[in-house]
């Protein structure tokens, strides 16, 4: 088969442009991967378009956390041998999985969902501080940990929420600011993490 | 085909999230005005940008033209402002100088005393540890620079000098109307002696001459809502961070009704 004739194929463009779209993969990687698709077995796609359609079909938020689930309670929430005395506050549900990783910390979490942003008009009521505040007040938790991005937007949410949460007497740290200022959460490898963690402060 | 490389200081107004770990980054830069420009990587630990075209940084900057969007190949901060970041209410009034700078600029018009005002607000907001006064002078300055200076000498509508009273002030007309004037217009308010005073007196001061004006809270209150109005009316729109800057003035309660059941 001639390929020039195959990538004008509209089945075969729409792929591509699809998985062009996606973060890491360039125009190369995404023809690589169509025409990959191509000459797999079709159960291979029939898998990957499962599992895709899969992830918007089952998912919720986890009525504790916040956090992305199937179930709810989420893993960790459900999980008897996490320290229920102990939440760290990240941004986003995938801010967890780095975190995870360092497998130092063993409490649980709560998802913002984004972080204020005056300048794009995000304010505080269009984050899920509401419902931190809400769970502060119901559960036996003692220490909070603020991990927001070290940005300027991560550091303004974790000052505000932290001056919301001083008057209940609950311990406020947040994460110790060896993390490169300006960066990404998502990014930061297991080391800078793992000492990010053991060095919080009181804020 | 080259591209030509420039090199200017600038600070950071503006940045969102570029593809998976890009900036875009708006700047305000000392020789060429506005200027949008990635930063590829930037959001990567270990990045050499990172922190150094972080949002309010004044960073000396080298630029690649691009086809459409300019390039950041190198940027070394020069000053990041840390008593800004070390707070909140500096931080949200540094959210607001940027949104501010933002929306009264166009793109690639060179503007050094533009460029020079920011930078001495920054510099000013870092150490004074006190933002509305600040902002207040900046406004008004920046006002002035852009040909918007408010008619605060004689009433904006018959030219009659003003007296020593109270008097008003009209955003439509573009200035302070006497007596006679403002009582009957309906877009008017009223402005106190002491608000024209020192708006006359911030006109004719440099920073550090405008900073010796104590103000009270209420004058404080009286000058803000006058200049919120009037950059209202400018611009025909309230700049988005004037929202959370009264949410924080207001002791930072979720919808106001936090405080009740929280405390
Ligand atoms: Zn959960
Ligand atoms: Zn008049």
């Known amino acids: ?203 | 085909m080259t591209s030509r490389v420039y090199q200017t200081a600038g600070i950071i107004i503006k940045r969102h999230k570029f593809g998976e770990a890009d900036r875009l980054l708006t700047l305000f830069t000392a020789d060429f005005g506005k200027v949008r420009a990635i930063a590829k990587g930037a959001m990567r630990p270990g990045s050499k940008l990172g922190g150094n075209v972080e949002l309010l940084t004044h960073s000396q900057l080298m630029l690649a033209r691009g086809r459409n969007l300019d390039i950041v190949t190198q940027a070394q901060a020069i000053d990041i402002f840390l008593p800004i970041r070390d707070s909140l209410e500096l931080m949200s009034c540094g959210f607001y100088l940027s949104e501010l700078v933002d929306t009264f600029t166009e793109e690639n018009v060179e503007d050094r005393e533009m460029f020079d005002l920011f930078l001495n607000t920054l510099r000013e907001l870092a150490e004074a540890g006190e933002g509305e006064r600040i902002l207040r002078y900046f406004e008004l300055r920046l006002l002035n620079h852009l040909g918007y200076r408010p008619q605060l000498g004689k009433c904006a509508n018959c030219s009659r000098l003003l007296l020593p009273e109270v008097n008003y002030f009209s955003p439509a007309q573009g200035g302070v109307l006497c007596r006679e004037c403002g009582y009957p217009d309906m877009g008017a308010r009223t402005i106190s002696v002491n608000a024209l005073k020192v708006l006359r007196f911030w006109l004719r001061s440099d920073f550090a001459t405008a900073s010796r004006v104590k103000l009270s809270i209420e004058l404080t209150t009286e000058i803000k809502s006058l200049m919120r109005e009037h950059i209202r009316y400018i611009l025909e729109k309230q700049l988005k961070s004037i929202e959370w800057m009264d949410t924080l003035a207001d002791g930072g309660h979720l919808n106001g009704d936090m405080a009740a059941d929280q405390l």
Do not use: W
């Open chain 1, 1 to 203: 088969m001639n390929p020039d004739f195959l990538t004008t194929a509209r089945p075969i463009s729409r792929l591509i442009q699809e998985l062009n779209k996606l973060p890491g993969i360039g125009p190369k990687t995404a023809q690589r991967l169509a025409y990959h698709l191509l000459q797999a077995p079709p159960e291979r796609s029939r898998d990957l378009a499962d599992a895709v359609l899969g992830i918007k079909e089952n998912l919720k938020l986890c009525t504790i956390c916040l956090n992305i689930t199937d179930t709810d309670p989420c893993g960790l929430c459900a999980d008897e041998t996490r320290d229920v005395t102990k939440v760290c506050v990240v941004e986003e549900p995938i801010d967890i999985l780095p975190l995870e990783r360092t497998r130092k910390f063993r409490g649980l979490y709560h998802v913002l969902h984004g972080v204020i942003s005056p300048s794009d008009g995000i304010k505080p009521e269009d984050l899920r501080i509401r419902e931190l505040l809400e769970r502060l007040n119901r559960t036996g938790i003692t220490e909070v940990i603020l991990a927001t991005n070290p940005n300027v937007e991560g550091e303004a949410t974790s000052m505000y929420i932290q001056r919301l949460i001083s008057p209940l007497g609950i311990r406020v740290t947040r994460l110790a600011r060896g993390l490169p200022f300006g960066g990404d959460l998502e990014y930061a490898d297991d080391v800078t993490l793992s000492r990010a963690l053991e060095g919080r402060q009181e804020m």
